[in-house]
């Protein structure tokens, strides 16, 4: 694919750039710029990640499957009860509380799937499962690449935990590779559109604990923090986008940040183009109590105990396992199962006015 210039009249915001091999020597200058970038706006540039390729076979693959008919591709539908994995057309969930349709296509491998190939433990068949494609190349794109996600999520994350006070290994605790979780890899697709308006993933914040994302045209846009204004996120050939999700925000009593973001169709110059974006999430097992870890580091009790004296009044213990979390914002997000605006408000995560 011929990616178009970045139209030079569109603004962005910033974001810090963040090497992935500093922070593999633990390079004190680099963890702070890091750590600058997820407690203000929860997004940074990484570069030197070492998946380009991986990503580019991923990409490849993911034309396979969605060059499949409609038909077969829905045989793999990921259903309406709360579960990700598995294939959702475009039009299948909302993207506001007047429940207008997304425009996105994508496919999400488990994490668990991939980790336990050549057994399915999430989708199994029979009635499940992965299209042909993603089968036939699980072994040779699908899991080199879980693997590499994994392994700078969890790099990342150590990171963090350091920072935060925590025990050697705590963050690491809520993310086990044999346990299930949330934790996924995403193929998605967008159609061209002469719309530049259209709305293609509604906003949110993330599920669970750190995205690592992979994109070749514009779309993304974030909403900074006091700001009324959505301002694209320029793609940079070579560089990941990297985001906090929810779960490392409640950990941490919100000093890691959670932001919103939505995702539109490209600007400009880069409009009337498909659209091709992957991801991968990490998301704490599925028994994972999201609350703060006020018991276990005084810089998160710190951060908690000025939150709940700010007009805000945010809490930090949810009351919910990371599974009934995921389950609650991905069912609910679902056209099938609206209702009402309260739909729509029920799939919120942390931006709601307070955590519940």
């Not at 680099?30 to 076979?57: C, M, P, S, V």
């Not at 979780?181 to 967008?190: H, L, P, W």
């Not at 914040?205 to 204004?229: A, I, W």
Request: glycine share 8%.
């Amino acid at each position: 694919m011929t990616i178009p210039a970045w139209p030079e009249d569109v603004p962005t915001h910033p974001l810090l750039v963040i090497d992935y091999q500093l922070l593999k020597k633990r390079e004190a200058s680099e963890i702070e710029r890091l750590w600058e970038a997820a407690t203000k706006l929860g997004f940074w540039y990484l570069k030197n990640h070492e998946a380009d390729q991986l990503a580019q076979n991923m990409f490849d693959l993911g034309v396979e499957v969605m060059d499949l008919p409609l038909e077969e591709k829905m045989k793999y539908e990921q259903g309406n009860e709360g579960s990700s994995a598995g294939y959702k057309m475009a039009g299948g969930n909302a993207v506001a509380a007047n429940g207008e349709p997304d425009t996105s296509e994508f496919l999400n491998v488990a994490k668990d799937d991939a980790l336990a190939w050549p057994k399915l433990v999430r989708r199994a068949p029979p009635g499940t499962s992965y299209p042909e494609p993603a089968l036939a190349k699980m072994d040779s794109v699908i899991v080199p690449f879980v693997k590499k996600s994994l392994e700078v999520n969890s790099l990342i994350m150590d990171i963090f935990n350091d920072k935060l006070g925590l025990r050697k290994g705590r963050l690491a605790e809520f993310h086990p590779d044999n346990e299930f979780s949330g934790g996924e890899a995403r193929i998605i697709k967008n159609n061209a559109t002469l719309s530049t308006e259209k709305i293609a993933i509604g906003s949110h914040t993330d599920f669970g604990s750190l995205s690592f994302l992979h994109n070749r045209l514009g779309g993304l846009q974030v909403l900074p923090p006091g700001s009324e204004t959505w301002q694209y996120v320029k793609p940079l050939e070579g560089h990941a986008i990297c985001n906090i999700g929810d779960a490392l925000s409640i950990f941490s009593g919100g000093i890691l940040r959670s932001n919103l973001h939505r995702v539109m169709p490209p600007p400009s110059t880069q409009a009337n183009n498909v659209r091709w974006s992957l991801v991968f999430f990490s998301r704490p097992s599925n028994s994972a109590v999201l609350r703060a870890l006020t018991e276990e580091s005084d810089i998160i009790a710190k951060a908690v105990a000025a939150a709940q004296a700010g007009a805000d009044g945010k809490k930090f213990d949810t009351g919910s396992t990371a599974g009934e979390w995921f389950a609650r914002r991905i069912r609910n997000q679902r056209i099938a199962n609206r209702t009402g605006p309260e739909t729509w408000m029920a799939s919120r995560g942390t931006e709601r006015i307070e955590v519940v």
